[in-house]
């Protein structure tokens, strides 16, 4: 991959939204294609055993396999992060990929998050009932009330968790109150803002530490595929959550890695056609 047009953020940063969701992110080849190129390989060719060794290492730049990194999936990982203004996004499998992953990379046992009560039923799930399972306790709030995510907090609180507007209720959390009071005592915020999408609320301008996204719901928005992604900071992608989604591998696809990316070019018309028709 020589020529890399939709990586240098200098330039990205500035350009319109319409345009990011259209060229954020592109990778030409030498070839100059003008479509995002649909890399549909599992595995890549080394020159000697050395070079794979030390790509796989860590030690030298390039793809080693696509549970782990792919070209198609990169772009689209970058598109998400440009639009979102976020440092960087890994993809997943679906949305609930991302959500358990967001939550479970960075909780033990012994650990408590709060989490809004209105909540997508699988998420709900995951909070009730799976964290129980590896010892991490769990405490539902009113989203709409700040002071019930206050009361909530105790010394062992290390995450909240909301969706706002929830799915499918459409409850609205002040999601930059509910990230002072998180922040007031060290603990991260996760939002789930499928429903609004970045064109309508970014998160992270609220105070968001993490973003996730069922991508098979606006971001595709015509029912092909399946998809989610994880929106944060380079630190926070590279640890603690590289690691769990290397060794899980809650992997996207190349081939729905591309449809995002067709997805991508209309959301902001779509988002806001549906709001005028709402």
Known sequence: MKR?????RRKTKAWRLETQLVRGGTWRSE??????????????????????????????????????????????EER??????????????????AVTAAILCQLGAGDHVVSGRA?????????????????????????????????AVRDNT??????SPANPTLDIVDVEAVCTIAHAVGARVIV????????????????????VYSSTKHIDG?????????????????DPLLPFLRNTGPAMSPFNAWVMLKGLETLDMRVRRMCENA
């Open 80 to 97: 998400m992060a440009l639009i979102e203004g976020t440092e960087a996004a890994r993809a997943t499998a679906s949305g609930m990929a």
């Open 31 to 76: 070839l100059g294609e003008t479509s995002e190129a649909l890399f549909m390989t599992s595995g890549y060719a080394y020159e000697a055993a050395e070079d794979a060794a030390a790509r796989f290492a860590g030690e030298q730049d390039g793809y080693t396999y696509s549970r782990l990194r792919n070209p198609t999936i990169a772009m689209f």
């Open 222 to 238: 015509q029912g092909r595929c399946l998809g989610g992604c994880i929106l944060s900071s380079e630190a926070f992608l590279e």
């Open 119 to 151: 909540l997508f039923g699988s998420c709900r799930w995951v909070i009730e009932t799976l964290l129980p399972r590896f010892g991490i306790e769990a405490t539902l709030v009113d989203g709409r009330d700040a002071d019930a995510w206050r009361n």
């Open 158 to 163: 290390k995450l909240f968790f909301l969706e």
């Open 192 to 211: 789930d803002n499928v429903f609004a999408t970045p064109v309508l609320q970014k998160p992270v301008e609220l105070g968001a530490d993490v973003v």
């Open 4 to 8: 890399k047009t939709g990586f240098d």
